[in-house]
């Protein structure tokens, strides 16, 4: 694949991994973030960082010569309650004249499956979208939004994510409250794999799609995270029954394009393997 030029908004847990990595490959790389130590790690490695605060205007070079927009930014669902939506939009709207000019870039966006909300069974790109939170709120008015630009678009909503440095086995191991639904299916996706995913979508980037992004293996809450729990020498406060019926997310649209991740089978030794390196 040639090299491009590509913008990333929000350099945080997955932003800047990513951006690493698209250095790696031989990009050239823009990077944003409102904190100061984050920038100076995305100049040392080998990024161009830009202190960004949205709605406020976008700082001259950011947007040059720009192939790929990818928007990692948080919908701040915890920070902002139900005020989540309305502000998430106002960051994203702020971008609509640059994202809609002829020659503008191309957007990947990483959104969430829990814009499926409650929802049973096999649970695909098509299935009823039913947000219940102020976070999957916000992210499924931001796809929209996005939509409504005509940019050209690749949504990914992304499972639960979790990494070395984000162990599910703390999720529940140790804390004072018990596995709720505990028969409910895990969607789960490894930082990793959903860079992976990022990356394979950079090629035939200007063909609007959304894919689901998770891992096939998908046991019980209740034995995986007290399995994860045990793992890290950590006690889970019991389980409570229920989400037998739960949402099951199907990838395998991502995965005919090519997508194989390498998290797939959640394995918990691979995983500690490689917290023990950080």
Request: hydrophobic fraction near 40%; glycine fraction near 10%.
């Amino acid at each position: 694949m040639k090299q491009l030029n590509i913008s990333i908004l929000g350099c945080g847990w997955l932003g800047l991994p990513l951006l690493k990595s698209l250095v790696a490959d031989g990009h050239t790389v823009k990077g944003s973030s409102r904190n100061p130590a984050t920038l100076a790690a995305i100049t040392a490695a080998g990024g161009e960082a830009f202190r960004i605060n949205l709605p406020e205007k976008l700082p001259a070079g950011f947007t040059d010569e720009c192939d790929v927009l990818i928007f990692t930014l948080p919908p701040g669902g915890r920070k902002f309650g139900e005020d989540a939506p309305k502000k998430y939009l106002e960051q994203l709207l702020s971008l609509a004249e640059w994202l809609s000019l002829p020659d503008g870039p191309a957007v990947i966006y990483t959104s969430s499956t829990g814009v499926y909300g409650n929802a049973e069974g096999v649970t695909t790109e098509e299935s009823p979208t039913l947000p219940n939170t102020h976070s999957s709120r916000a992210v499924l008015k931001a796809e929209a939004a996005f939509a409504s630009i005509r940019c050209p678009l690749i949504v990914l909503r992304l499972a639960g994510l979790v990494a070395e440095d984000r162990h599910p086995g703390r999720f529940f191991g140790g804390k004072d409250r018990p596995i709720p639904l505990a028969d409910a299916p895990v969607n789960l996706v490894h930082r990793d794999d959903v860079i992976a995913a990022i990356k394979l979508c950079l090629s035939n980037n200007r063909t609007p799609v959304t894919y689901n992004v998770c891992a096939a293996a998908q046991p019980t809450k209740g034995d995986f995270y007290t399995r994860a729990a045990n793992a890290l020498g950590l006690v889970v406060k019991g389980t409570e029954t229920g989400g037998e019926e739960g949402k099951v997310i199907n990838s395998d649209k991502l995965r005919a394009r090519g997508w194989k991740p390498v998290w797939d089978d959640l394995d918990l030794e691979h995983l500690e393997k490689k917290e023990k390196d950080v």
